[in-house]
């Protein structure tokens, strides 16, 4: 039960200060800017990570608990618990931003601005990225006092590169929760394929990786 609630208040988390950074943004003539969306959705990953990691691993991302429930780096029995408590906390998050923000249009969800190729290809590569960033920093101990800050950066990067071309999602729930409570589900398709197979080349690259010599 601890990582459900972990799990349903990381993603919560994520999807309300993040997506309403771009609602935000949106509203007041672009004031935050790129940049002061990536920071929030970076610093907001850090402060989850270093709540809740110790709980759940604050995965917050169904493409992060299927890769590695399928890499064997998590029990396949808690797959369900983990993504039930991401949905439902994504989708609470949208649903409380509705209310507060009625004339949000997109509610701060993910759309190509290039072609469908180009956002598919730069959300596969970007979670592979990040995903191995996990792996590295939260295998070493040495690691394990600055594994949240090293994320976080890293996630404000790739959405500083990203989200003018895809939206820089890299997370299934944080495109599918405000797709859904806006009804914009045309493209969603690529935010919740090309994260989740990015995430899952990147744990058996991970381990094949691991295994030479």
Excluded at 16 to 37: K, P, R, Y
Excluded at 40 to 51: E, L
Excluded at 55 to 77: C, D, E, Q, R, Y
Aim: hydrophobic share 55%; net charge neutral.
């Amino acid at each position: 039960m601890k990582k459900f609630i972990a799990e349903f208040i990381g993603t919560f988390a994520l999807v309300f200060c993040g997506t309403g950074a771009v609602i935000i943004n949106q509203q007041s003539g672009g004031s935050l800017g790129l940049l002061g969306i990536s920071a929030t959705f970076g610093i907001t990953i850090t402060g989850m990570i270093y709540i809740f990691g110790p709980i759940s691993g604050a995965h917050i991302n169904p493409a992060v608990t299927i890769s590695l429930a399928l890499g064997k780096l998590l029990p396949k029995n808690e797959i369900l618990t983990y993504i039930f408590a991401q949905i439902l906390g994504a989708i609470s998050a949208s649903l409380l931003l509705h209310l507060l923000f009625p004339d949000a249009i997109s509610l701060g969800g993910t759309t190509p601005s290039g072609t469908v190729a180009q956002s598919f290809c730069i959300e596969l590569l970007l979670t592979f990225f990040l995903m191995l960033t996990v792996l590295a920093v939260t295998s070493k101990k040495e690691f394990s006092t600055i594994a949240g800050i090293i994320i976080g950066l890293f996630v404000t990067a790739i959405i500083l590169f990203a989200g003018p071309i895809s939206g820089g999602s890299f997370n299934p729930v944080r495109s599918m929760a405000p797709a859904i409570i806006s009804g914009n589900l045309i493209t969603l398709w690529i935010y919740l394929t090309a994260p989740t197979l990015g995430a899952i080349l990147a744990v058996f690259a991970w381990k094949a990786f691991d295994k030479m010599e």
